[in-house]
């Protein structure tokens, strides 16, 4: 499964991001991931087909992931940006028959 993600950039801490990320073909689980500088990659959020979603705490309330099945696509909607957020994202797909894909990563960075 190929991933083409989208939407990173600079914004000032307080603003808001809309990341993209398209699929080659349709996967049951699709999520993303954050990776600060620095340090490990690190699990943000997961959404089911059937729209089921899950977060970490740090993202609760302020990243909300959704998606449209019809074009294979997954979106993060992050608000209320903080630098602690600053990294580059990944979209992942993961599925018991096709097993694991990466996006090539999109940079956010927030400013103080």
Known sequence: VQLQ???GGLVQAGGSLRL???ASKSIINMGWYHQAPGKQREWVATITTAG???YVDSAKGR???SRDNAKNTVYLQMNSLK???TGVYYCNANSPLL???WGQGTQVTVSS
């Open 20 to 22: 993209s990320c398209a």
């Open 83 to 85: 630098p602690d957020d």
């Open 52 to 54: 089921r979603t899950d």
């Open 5 to 7: 993600a989208s939407g």
């Open 63 to 65: 990243f909300f992931i």
């Open 99 to 101: 097993g694991v894909s």
